[in-house]
């Protein structure tokens, strides 16, 4: 029996690097599928498993014990969730105020995401050499929101590589996954940050201003530097799976602090009076882009809150 990290991941093959450098192509022992969280993929990258070799091919048999993971909606039909890493030390999401647009809902459910996992987030402003006056003022202004709450904001240019010293500076000797939506420049940055990984970029589709899918599974690199990324396949949504109601305030740190303060300790902040988040929210004390996110992901249906 060997153990080894899962550095890459095709849905029915995980390639597996042991300690000693040695690479794998395993597959997965049938049982996995039914145990655990309801995910279409029970092994992730990140994930540290136990293999062994029998007379057709290698097989994982073991999984060892998560520090966490993320997830988001299959992209099948069914209501399951995939889980895009484990055991990640900190996430970057990439974000850019035009081509393509990244809306304040899809930064907040990805942040959400991560709070109910236990992952550290950053937020990588990408494309700023391409960015107009009026860009460049919402940048500042989606920067600010972030800032006063805590998460630590990069403006770059993956493609002028402009910044990105201190991106390489912060990924040293960390798990980091980088996530955002297909068109962001996530695969220009990991090949200007690694040299010679060659990942293939897509162009934008100027009808829609979307990305086109150039990952479709996650895969783990290596760093030179020492630390790895995880590259994701390119996504254009998160659904609330398997956070409750109740729990949903607690995912956003400034609407959890003020809460402390409100008349009903079980107060959701819609409709309670003596509710101190939304006066916060009329005080401007918290953004109103990230309440109406919040009341966004409380009010949704059991159907839509698992929509792409």
Known sequence: MKEGLVIKSTGSWYTVKTAEGEIHNCRIKGKFRMEGIRTTNPIAVGDMVDFESNKDAEVIVGIHD???YIIRKSSNLSKRSQIIASNVDQAFLIVTVNYPLTTTTFIDRFLTAAEAYRIPVR??????DRYRPNDMVRLSELKNTYE???YKCFEISAKKEIHLDVIKETLKGKINLLSGHSGVGKSTLINAIQP???LKTGEISESHAQGKHTTTFSEMFELDFSGYIIDTPGIRGFGTIDMEKEEMSHFFP?????????QFHNCSHIHEPGCAVKAAVEEGEISL????SY???ILEDEDN???I
């Open 66 to 68: 998560r520090k966490n």
């Open 123 to 128: 937020l990588i402003f990408n494309k700023i």
């Open 148 to 150: 006063k709450i805590g």
């Open 196 to 198: 010679g990984l060659d």
């Open 254 to 262: 400034e609407i959890f602090k003020i809460s402390k303060n409100c």
């Open 289 to 292: 882009s990230r309440y109406e």
């Open 295 to 297: 009341l966004g992901m």
């Open 305 to 307: 809150k698992y929509r």
